[in-house]
């Protein structure tokens, strides 16, 4: 199983401010990554896929990067609708996600 | 209007079964693999179970195999999940979402299950 390790646990900002966050594969999953966003009561929403592909409607504060087992999510002009937990998910071997970073604004 | 709706979520006792059901609107549902995840109160998110477009492949988390059963009824736009020998541990929001092989997109609300004496 390919275990994903998301860094740090969790972050607290300032609005207008950059937060990057990280998530280490166990081994190289290539591109095959993906980012959520899940705010309190709500389901996941995605953000990004194919390590670095926006989702349709997503805000092009987000971005990603990344490719192997270093990959990172870069939310730019911080807002507080930004705060959420947010998650890495890789798809080059069945399916697994990280444990999640706490972004607090 | 992109929509799924999961329901089928209750209190049950170990040992039980239950079928949840993801009723599907504004995509082409029978073009689409389709996964569950689950998510226990309060902490991370577990792939569950998929099935590709016409139901003939399916996969299962390790957790699961062999007490769960994934089915599609492409005429009827919806999913299911039959969970059977229900264990404490199974207690979990439970989300459909679009996606098999790739990442997940979109997601339902959830349906709780709590397996509970």
């Known amino acids: 199983e390919i275990v994903l390790t998301q860094s740090p646990a969790s972050l607290s900002v300032s609005p207008g401010e950059t937060a990057t966050l990280s998530c280490r594969a166990s081994?190289?999953?290539?591109?095959?990554l993906a980012w959520y966003q899940q705010k309190p009561g709500q389901a996941p929403r995605l953000l990004i896929y194919s390590a670095s592909t926006r989702a349709t409607g997503i805000s092009t504060r987000f971005s990603g990067g990344g490719s192997g087992t270093e990959f990172t999510l870069t939310i730019s002009s911080l807002q507080s609708e930004d705060s959420a937990v947010y998650y890495c998910?890789?798809?080059?071997?069945?399916?697994?996600f990280g444990q999640g970073t706490k972004l607090e604004i | 209007e992109v929509q799924l709706v999961e329901s089928g979520g209750r209190v049950i006792r170990p040992g039980g079964s239950l079928r949840l059901t993801c009723a599907v609107s504004g995509f082409s549902f029978n073009d689409d693999g389709m996964s569950w995840v689950r998510q226990v109160p309060g902490k991370g998110l577990e792939w569950v179970s998929g099935?590709?477009?016409?139901?003939?492949?399916?996969a299962y988390a390790d957790s699961v195999k062999g007490r769960f059963t994934i089915s599609r009824d492409n005429a009827k736009n919806s999913l299911y999940l039959q969970m059977d020998s229900l264990r404490p541990e199974d207690t979990a929001f439970y989300y459909c979402?679009?996606?098999?092989?790739?990442?997940?997109?979109?997601w339902g609300q959830g349906t709780l299950v709590t397996v509970s004496s």
């Open positions: 099935i590709n477009w016409n139901g003939d492949r399916t």
């Open positions: 998910q890789q798809y080059s071997v069945w399916f697994t």
């Open positions: 081994q190289s999953v290539i591109k095959s």
């Open positions: 979402a679009r996606g098999f092989g790739k990442w997940f997109d979109p």
